[in-house]
């Protein structure tokens, strides 16, 4: 980026932005550095790719008008901690309203290409229209600046995400990689490809330790796109680490919220894994389908009784001090590591665990491991699989698919191979259709066609207005059971004001765990963009610019034909209500009607001047 | 005058301590009192439920209360 002022909420437009626009239908491609419009631009990520995706009609994902927005955020590559965010963003072909209309969507990764790619001198990459052949993209740095080249990528089709990460790394030195499964190849009956971005662990050990820009489907919009793979390759560019920065950094790790991710040997709650045993004292950890049953079955994947039998290892992204990844290895008799088989996630762990009956952690590992090679978002492959798995239970004389039961090990790892190669099209194309077709639609755990992470809707009702998918777009879930909010109030403050902010680090390139209650609207973030490029910005004008961007996102929503009725949790919860949950009941129909009375009456008329 | 309550530790705070626990206090003590003598780390500290509610370090135990200590994890 070439920063020409040091203010650049009052003049955005002295900072340029590079991009490169790539038209795959003939190879031309345009390198230009663009004026930011506003501090949106300036930040980045989804910030920016919403206002261009806002500026089209686009009727279905897949069509050839369709962009796929890959770019970074103003503190990625930074010395910034956690400064490693990538962000894919597109019309999805998986999130969409009942009219039918694809939504806009973004989803974010950490790893080492983002850094890369920022370092490469390119800030956004629009892929335009379709390749005829499997391409994939290779972004270098030169002396004149970025230079971008589509190469064949016939040799890479049928492989896994990681075998196409290691063959990549074999012809690319210095580089890393942003690449999709067998399930974004087979974009046609999935809808839920993931993106998979490389690590230095990764390429290192030869395991499969990518991460994933997860959540909704843009690896299958690079799959339609016939790009295959990314490639960022040039020298590292970290700077010296100022004293500034580094007394942000030591906050992170010490002070803020992340303390509670790092490891447990280190004094730390031990990453998000340990979200089970908070949630089972609520028993409010799903399970079979998002229906505690208020006995102990969750136990069983607690940390304490998986570390018998496996090999547990706290490990951290490039230059990152908070170490959140639990990985779970196989144990050899003499306790030492075995055979690597996943990272454990709350999120995966749950939705391809408790939640679908698997309370093995080997096996919940495996599958885990299996849908990470395919490519495919484990989130909304886990809650598509548990929705096939309740309606077998309800309809045990007439089953779908291949009849599975929860904790049918084996019939659901044959779900997820032929979902993730494209011949399971009622598993790959999410909950929404599936249960559409089914004609039962009270059971299907998503919100808005994409979804519902690992957290109960009875504990987050906020769940409705997340414009991005479950916790990571609407930062309401723990407003019960961390804080005790049983009241309307509170909930509107929360949703309309607080913890839409979560959207923030979304924008500039942060991991969320760098700051997760406050968002990107603090004195922490404004230290680090003083240290690293001059700006004189404050906290307020950073916490309106997200407001802004949250609000286009909520905006393009209706835009694409949501009614306010699809704002809403799955009907289950109100119907059925679960007397196991030991929560204060939120959900009920009347408190929800009240909740959206009041939160689109201060939403509204902001959104008016974006709707026009 | 002692108070008797019971103490639940989750997650990480069970590390060498116990899960569940009758817990002799003395008359007036508040949440913070257990929390202080169990040594527990302030930052991991995330919610304080005395008899299923949530609570403040700062309220008083009564003889018979349960009181149940809890890190938090945020998101993921
Ligand atoms: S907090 Fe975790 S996911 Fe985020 S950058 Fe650090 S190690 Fe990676």
């Known amino acids: 980026m070439k920063m020409n002022t040091t203010d650049p909420a009052a003049h955005p437009e002295q900072v340029l932005y590079s991009r490169c626009t790539v038209d795959l239908s003939n190879g031309q491609q345009t390198i230009e550095d663009v004026p930011c419009r506003n501090l949106e631009d300036v930040l980045g990520g989804f910030g920016r790719s919403f206002q261009d995706l806002a500026q089209r009609r686009i009727e279905s994902a897949y069509c050839d008008e369709n962009p796929l927005i890959v770019n970074t955020g103003l503190l990625t590559g930074s010395t910034a901690m956690t400064g490693m965010r990538t962000y894919f963003s597109s019309y999805s072909p998986i999130k969409g309203s009942k009219k039918g209309l694809p939504a806009a969507m973004w989803s974010a990764g950490s790893g080492k290409f983002g850094a890369k790619f920022k370092w490469t001198g390119l800030d956004e990459l629009v892929i335009e229209n379709r390749s005829p052949q499997p391409v994939y993209v290779v972004i270098t740095a030169t002396d004149t600046g970025p230079q971008i080249e589509l190469r064949s990528a016939e040799h890479l089709l049928g492989l896994s995400t990681h075998d196409k990460i290691m063959a990549l790394s074999k012809e690319y030195d210095n580089a890393h990689f942003a690449v999709i499964g067998q399930a974004g190849e087979n974009w046609e009956n999935v809808y839920m490809g993931a993106v998979a971005l490389s690590t230095e662990n990764q390429l290192k050990s030869g395991e499969d330790k990518c991460r994933f820009a997860g959540r909704g489907g843009m690896g299958s919009i690079m799959g339609y796109k016939n790009v295959v793979a990314l490639v960022a390759q040039c020298n590292d560019k970290i700077k010296p680490v100022s004293a500034e920065v580094k007394k942000v950094n030591l906050n992170v790790i010490k002070g803020g919220g992340a303390a509670r991710l790092q490891p447990i040997r280190r004094g730390g709650g031990g990453g998000t894994w340990a979200a089970y045993d908070v949630l089972q004292a609520f028993h409010a950890v799903p399970v079979n389908n998002f229906r505690p049953q208020g006995n102990d079955i969750p136990e069983k994947l607690f940390r304490e009784n998986v570390e018998k039998d496996y090999f547990i290892e706290s490990q951290a992204c490039y230059r990152c001090g908070i170490t959140c990844h639990n990985n779970i290895s196989e144990k050899n008799a003499d306790g030492s590591r075995g055979e690597f088989l996943a990272k454990f996630d709350y999120e995966p762990l749950n939705l391809l665990g408790t939640n679908i009956g698997i309370h093995e952690a080997g096996q919940a590992a495996r599958l885990i491991q299996l849908s990470d090679n395919y490519g495919m978002d484990a989130i909304s492959l886990g809650v598509t699989i548990s929705y096939a798995l309740a309606y077998n239970e309800r309809h045990g004389d007439q089953p779908i698919l291949n009849g599975a039961q929860f904790g049918d090990y084996e019939k659901i790892r044959q779900l997820i191979i032929q979902a993730g190669e494209g011949r399971l099209p009622e598993i790959g194309c999410g909950s929404m259709r599936l249960s559409q077709q089914m004609g039962e639609t009270d059971y299907a755990y998503h919100v808005k066609g994409l979804e519902l992470a690992a957290y109960q809707p009875e504990s987050n009702p906020g769940y409705a207005w997340a414009i991005a998918g479950g916790h990571m777009s609407m930062g309401t879930y723990g407003l019960l059971t961390r804080e005790g909010k049983t009241d309307v109030d509170s909930w509107v403050k929360g949703i309309t004001e607080d913890k839409l902010h979560i959207v923030g680090f979304d924008m500039i390139g942060l991991c969320k765990f760098f700051d997760i209650n406050n968002g990107i609207g603090t004195q922490m973030v404004v230290d680090c963009l003083r240290s690293e490029f001059g700006f004189e910005i404050d906290a307020q004008s950073i916490r309106a610019a997200v407001r802004r961007a949250f609000l286009l996102g909520l905006a393009l929503e209706l835009r694409q034909g949501y009614e306010k009725n699809e704002f809403a949790l799955p009907a289950e919860v109100h119907k059925n209500p679960n007397p196991h949950i030991k929560l204060s009941n939120i959900t009920s129909e009347q408190f929800f009607a009240q909740l959206e009375q009041r939160v689109w009456e201060i939403f509204d008329p902001e959104l008016e001047e974006l709707l026009k | ?76």
């Open chain 2, 1 to 76: 005058m002692a108070i008797i309550i019971t103490v639940k530790l989750v997650g990480v705070f069970r590390i060498d301590r116990f899960k569940e626990q009758s817990y002799p206090l003395p008359c007036g003590s508040r949440a913070v009192d257990v929390i202080e003598a169990l040594n527990l780390s302030r930052r991991l500290l995330g919610i304080i439920l005395i008899n299923g509610a949530h609570a403040s370090e700062n309220d008083q135990l009564q003889s018979g209360d349960c009181l149940t200590l809890m890190p938090l994890i945020e998101g993921g």
